[in-house]
């Protein structure tokens, strides 16, 4: 009976380590969050990130697959900067960030996955496409940004007498705001889906697609990241590889029938 | 209490054997599928398609983006493309007198479909999709009835893991729609689709950026216009949803689809595009979240040859 009770605790720890993605950890939020500066390494060509919020030759710095698997946590918040070229695949942080900096006049276009977003700035001169819903959006002098989900406030800011940023909305946008030179150039609201269009300051959305005074949004913004309900019918396209699972079942097979030898002897 | 842990242990083992043995006929039936995939389709590619391109109207476009190609069947071929128009048949698609062709009629033999067989074979087959310089070289699938019908089965109809590449439902060749987009599997073995994903890398892009589209009635060329990571979202979500557009009836519509793959697309590819233009869309999965897709979208840019009407 022993033997038995101890062989069903061997299989079910072996179980949870195969069926757990390789190197996941129990995740803990920290209140307050962790501030993380991520940036591409220009000589390893790799992206690598220290603690922190800006760079540091001093600091010991870190892959990024560790931050992504180990380190992050909901509520974290995220510094890029640097050259962050290149840009060949995106970044999918995969939790949700309370803050989200895109350093001013960063190279390369950094694409980043999220699950939400509270503070999002993408500062001058930055071109960044994000793939979040986001709470709070922040542009700057000369910036372009792509958001691939609702934001609930997007705010232009620009230091000249002119709006020079440009953004995409494909979710909705509950307020847009912009101000030049300190001075609040429009305040529009409620777009509708997939209809924001700022193109180098001037809002190219038409006007029957948003609103000029704060009502009531028709339709409560939904979160593409954690909205409940079916998926859409779209063909499933992934390879499942059947044998690695019956690999694992033999590898614990194995495993559990030699520690009993072990224990017989 | 020996005798039962000895049971036990023996147990264990031959259980672990079984796995393993189970293990190994999968990923034997797993390779053999790959063999058998390849060979199929294999068989189906024409020897040689060079006598194609020797034999094709001459474009008679100067450069235009827009469709080029002899002008009689070039107006028939934008006519036909109108859902409204309903069906033409490939005989539409010929000049029908040489006073409205441009090209003389000695330099015209109208092409040869280098698939027919591969049509006549089976009549699920919507078209052949080739991209130069990789492997994607494979015959597309529609079938309306069951649109996942050929997604794990190959062009014989037996099971087969790779499947084939699938024409969506609501795309449709003829009447061309606006947008044909086209769904593979992403194998580890970078068959079907499994190499689309470089088309991260700008540079991979730029060296592959012509897609061509065989259908019964011409050959069709694309470049690549933009590429981007998605995914499939729920019912409720309201979001861009690439794999729902299909038709463009108004410019709107096309401004909508059009500016959306542009913003989402991971680098510039120069190439632009008009109310008026037909895409090509690929889709295979990604895994970089739940529901994860990689998406190449190409423009049309000319149709290169026309192809005769089946023999009845």
Same mark, same amino acid.
């Given at each position: 009976?022993?033997?038995?009770?101890?062989?069903?605790?061997?299989?079910?720890?072996?179980?949870?380590?195969?069926?757990?993605p390789t190197g996941h950890s129990m995740v803990v939020s920290a209140a307050g969050g962790t501030t993380f500066y991520v940036f591409y390494d220009n000589t390893e060509k790799v992206w690598r990130y220290i603690y922190g919020n800006h760079a540091d030759e001093e600091a010991e710095s870190y892959t990024l697959s560790q931050l992504i698997n180990t380190d992050l946590k909901d509520g974290d918040l995220i510094v890029m900067g640097g050259d962050l070229l290149p840009i060949d695949n995106p970044i999918v942080f995969g939790k949700h960030l309370q803050n989200l900096t895109i350093m001013p006049y960063c190279t390369g276009s950094p694409i980043v996955y999220a699950n939400g977003i509270d503070e999002c700035y993408v500062c001058n001169n930055v071109t960044a496409i994000v793939h979040s819903d986001v709470t709070n959006a922040y542009l700057y002098d000369g910036s372009v940004a792509n958001f691939d989900g609702n934001v609930q406030n997007l705010t232009i800011t620009d230091s000249s007498s002119e709006i020079t940023a440009t953004a995409n909305v494909t979710g909705t946008v509950a307020h847009l705001s912009a101000v030049a030179d300190g001075h609040p150039e429009w305040d529009y609201y409620n777009f509708k889906a997939n209809t924001l269009s700022v193109k180098n300051g001037e809002v190219t959305t038409a006007v029957a697609n948003y609103s000029t005074t704060p009502s009531a949004p028709e339709t409560t913004p939904k979160n593409p990241s954690n909205g409940s309900g079916e998926y859409d019918d779209v063909p499933k396209t992934g390879e499942r590889s059947v044998s690695v699972w019956f690999f694992a079942a033999a590898t614990i097979c194995f495993a559990a029938s030699f520690l009993l030898r072990r224990k017989e002897k | 209490m020996d005798n039962k842990r000895r049971i036990i242990t023996q147990i264990l083992a031959l259980a672990g054997i079984v796995f393993l043995l189970a293990g190994g006929i999968f990923l034997l039936?797993?390779?053999?599928?790959?063999?058998?995939?390849?060979?199929?389709?294999?068989?189906?590619?024409?020897?040689?398609?060079?006598?194609?391109?020797? /034999?094709?109207?001459p474009d008679c476009d100067g450069g235009d983006e827009s469709l080029s190609g002899a002008v009689a069947s070039e107006s028939v071929v934008r006519e036909s493309s109108s859902p409204e128009q309903g069906e033409t048949t490939s005989a539409d698609i010929v000049p029908e007198s040489s006073e409205e062709a441009e090209i003389p009629a000695e330099e015209s033999p109208v092409a040869q479909n280098p698939y027919l067989a591969d049509y006549a074979l089976n009549a699920d087959m919507a078209a052949w999709i080739q991209v130069p310089g990789t492997v994607i070289d494979y015959p597309v699938m529609w079938t309306p009835r069951d649109e996942n019908y050929y997604l794990n089965r190959g062009f014989d109809g037996k099971e087969n893991k790779n499947g084939c590449l699938i024409l969506d439902t609501d795309s449709c060749v003829n009447p061309l729609t606006t947008n044909l987009i086209i769904h593979g599997h992403n194998m580890k073995s970078g068959a079907m689709f499994g190499s689309l994903t470089k088309y991260a890398d700008s540079s991979y892009g730029s060296e592959h950026k /012509?897609?061509?589209?065989? /259908?019964?009635?011409?050959?069709?060329?694309?470049?690549v216009i933009a590429v981007f990571y998605s995914q499939v979202y729920r019912k409720t979500d309201q979001v861009f949803k690439y794999y729902k557009f299909f038709q463009a009836d108004t410019e709107e519509q096309f401004t909508d689809f059009y500016d959306n793959i542009k913003a989402l697309s991971l680098y510039d590819t120069g190439v632009t595009a008009s109310f008026g233009d037909h895409f090509i869309t690929l889709s295979t999965c990604s895994y970089h979240v739940e529901q994860g897709r990689f998406v190449v979208v190409a423009k049309e840019t000319k149709i290169t040859d026309i192809y005769l009407p089946a023999a009845e």
């Open positions: 009976m022993k033997a038995i009770k101890k062989i069903i605790s061997i299989l079910a720890i072996a179980a949870l380590m195969v069926i757990l | 039936r797993s390779r053999l599928q790959d063999r058998d995939s390849e060979e199929a389709f294999d068989s189906l590619r024409p020897v040689s398609q060079e006598s194609s391109s020797e /034999t094709a109207i /012509t897609i061509y589209l065989y /259908t019964p009635d011409c050959k069709r060329e694309y470049e």
